[in-house]
């Protein structure tokens, strides 16, 4: 059996396992770009549920995520403008826009309209 000197061990150390993350990181990679090429079911769809807005705080700053909880399932909903500001969490809604994948992508806040006779929302308390 043939000795290996220190530096030549340190290098195997360090070049082996580059080679291998590189081999994994590039078939991963083939695989999100194969996902993102795939076609994705687009349907034009009218659901009714309950609406769930979720602040993000984030670094430099915040945004607003808005889910659509209907029929056991909880599916993002993304704007193609400026969301409604009124839209709070609880909301029994009715929604028309178009279903991509679990994503439901509306045009408008005029997609979304609070459901006939539901409540506003969840009651909130302030601190006095």
Known sequence: MKRINGRALVLAC????????????????????????????????????ELEVIYEDSHPGGRLLYFLNTDGKKLPVHFAGNPPTTLRTGMRVDVSGVQVGDTLELNSGDSLTQSAGAHAGRKTYDCQ
């Open 14 to 49: 360090l070049v082996i396992p580059a080679v291998i993350a590189t081999t994994l990181t590039g078939t991963k990679q083939k695989v999100h770009a194969q996902a993102l090429n795939e076609p994705r079911s687009r349907k034009e769809v009218r659901l009714q549920g």
